[in-house]
């Protein structure tokens, strides 16, 4: 968790309505699945996000943006909490684009 949402997170942490839950509802219990997704979609639609909302998109999103950051891989699959890399690698969607500067420094060997 990085700084800027841990302050965002820190508030929510004295409102105890729950010991179980760390985002317990309004009530205090268990927040359902469709109430999650219904958030999600909510917020896909804040940040004007076209494309299918559902929950496992922010975690790829998240592992994505980590990658393109350079982070290395083994420390996105500690991060998501993965057991092998592999499964890490279906989340973090690793576009080539910028690896076109590291190819180009053969381009010397074709001249």
């Not at 990085?2 to 509802?25: C, H, Q, T, W």
């Not at 004007?48 to 922010?58: E, M, W």
């Not at 943006?65 to 092998?84: C, T």
Request: aromatic fraction near 6%; include cysteine.
């Amino acid at each position: 968790m990085n700084n800027i949402l841990e302050s965002l997170l820190k508030p929510l942490v004295g409102d105890k309505r729950s010991e179980k839950y760390v985002f317990p509802s309004t009530k205090g219990t268990q927040i359902r699945e469709r109430r999650i997704l219904d958030i999600c979609k909510s917020i896909a639609i804040k940040a004007n996000i076209a494309s299918r909302a559902y929950l496992h998109k922010f975690r790829s999103t998240y592992a994505t943006a980590l990658i393109h950051r350079g982070v290395p891989i083994q420390n996105i699959k500690e991060l998501l909490g993965h057991w092998s890399v592999i499964e890490t690698e279906i989340y973090a969607h690793n576009k080539s684009d910028h690896l076109h500067p590291d190819v180009s420094k053969l381009d010397s060997l074709l001249l």
